[in-house]
């Protein structure tokens, strides 16, 4: 069954000015937001980012297409409509604006000082329990300027949250914060659109935090891009899955940090196939989807490779250091590049990928058979040895070969 959507836009197009000055900010956009999803919206200055967040949180009236926000449409709706329905959005700002003179708590109160059945003391418990979840229990009698930046953010998020909204708004969240800060503060966000239930939308241009997100959309020019949501999401979890698993190579004299990258990589896969779970419960091409589990697929089948030639070589004999070695190079090497083809998409990486994959092609075969005809190969135990081994780097590089071959076709 199809969820509903939270947010539904539908041909949504926006101006500034008229006649010779008139300029198009957002033109034609179609898309939906769900409950429990974080969204990244990225795009060059300019593109209607900050203009489609104010569209959704009533901020601006609604001048050709749909906008339909928890079921109201905002549309030709009237002021006191657009009232109730800011009443229900969280937002989030780049500048946190906390009132200097106020403490945290009085920071966050102050969301409920138009309400008529909002109470002093009750505000004053919900607000510091919204500052617990954010972990700032402790400043809740601090002054603004005796907070570091991620603290006046999380305060702003506590805000943000005390009309328990179904809806966070988040423009450029990080902008203002070091890479720590900025990590914490998404986090943060993800975890309460999990917890919560809300929808966030959050426009960034901080490349560091895409990995937070369920959907990644991209504004340019007041239009959306059109690559499938499944897809980008696979493309970027398969990137960084790649670069976990390079690790590999340097962590074979270390079964703990072997242990620990399969852990990371389990958590990081499953992460994924959920998220391209819920696309095709929402709609998403069924072809698509499918693809993107055949990746999931043969990024397990690689891990499982790469798990068992650490094993190998955790007990490898003596004689069969330099074959070792050579292999583990060329395994490093090849996982950073399918790393970088992931992260710069194009048909010419790609097919470059599925040469150097091809288990047929003069880059498997020089490193496979020089060696196993080597000096090494000579005594029957490191010749079973690098036969055994050089069998699961074959199978290694077929699932990269696999996972090269599905994207092109996505793609």
Not at 2 to 21: E, N, Q, R, V
Not at 30 to 40: L, Q, R
Not at 152 to 161: C, D, T, Y
Request: glycine residues 8%; positive net charge; charged residues 20%.
């Amino acid at each position: 069954m199809m969820d509903a959507p939270l947010i539904s836009i539908s041909s949504l197009s926006h101006a500034f000015g008229d006649g010779s000055t008139k300029k198009t900010v957002l033109d034609g956009i179609t898309v939906n937001f769900y409950a429990g999803e974080i969204v990244i919206i990225m795009g060059p200055s300019g593109a209607g980012k900050t203009t489609l967040l104010s569209l959704v949180g009533a901020l601006r009236t609604v001048q050709t297409g749909s906008l339909n926000v928890g079921g109201s449409e905002l549309h030709n709706a009237s002021p006191c409509q657009l009232r109730a329905v800011r009443r229900r959005v969280g937002f989030i700002f780049q500048d946190q604006n906390l009132v200097p003179s106020l403490t945290a708590c009085e920071n966050v109160q102050l969301a409920l000082a138009t309400d008529s059945d909002a109470t002093s003391k009750g505000s004053r418990r919900k607000a510091v329990e919204l500052l617990t979840m954010v972990g700032l229990r402790q400043c809740a009698g601090k002054l603004p300027r005796e907070l570091s930046g991620g603290q006046k953010q999380r305060v702003a998020i506590a805000r943000a949250l005390i009309r328990s909204p179904k809806i966070i708004l988040a423009d450029e969240p990080t902008a203002a914060l070091d890479g720590h800060s900025g990590r914490v503060i998404v986090e943060l966000l993800q975890h309460l659109a999990r917890q919560i239930g809300c929808a966030v939308l959050l426009v960034t241009h901080d490349n560091r935090i895409l990995d937070v997100a369920d959907r990644l959309l991209i504004l340019e020019d007041g239009r959306l891009d059109k690559t499938s949501w499944s897809v980008n999401r696979a493309t970027h979890e398969t990137c960084v899955l790649m670069k976990l698993l390079a690790g590999y190579p340097a962590a074979i004299t270390s079964p703990e940090q072997i242990r620990t990258i399969n852990e990371q990589f389990d958590a990081r896969l499953q992460g994924m196939v959920g998220a391209v779970a819920t696309m095709a419960r929402r709609g998403e091409s069924s072809d698509r989807t499918t693809g993107c589990l055949i990746i999931a697929e043969n990024l397990r089948g690689l891990r499982n490779c790469l798990h068992q030639i650490s094993h190998f070589i955790l007990r490898r004999p003596p004689a069969a250091v330099s074959y070792t070695e050579v292999l583990c190079k060329s395994l490093n090497f090849l996982l950073l590049m399918a790393a970088q083809t992931f992260e710069m998409l194009t048909p010419a990486n790609l097919q470059l990928l599925l040469q150097f994959t091809d288990e047929n092609g003069p880059c498997i075969s020089s490193i496979r058979y020089d060696y196993i005809n080597s000096r090494e190969a000579s005594s029957p135990e490191s010749g079973s040895f690098i036969c055994d081994l050089s069998g699961i780097f074959s199978r290694t590089t077929c699932f990269l070969h696999k996972i090269a071959k599905e994207f092109k076709s996505l793609c």
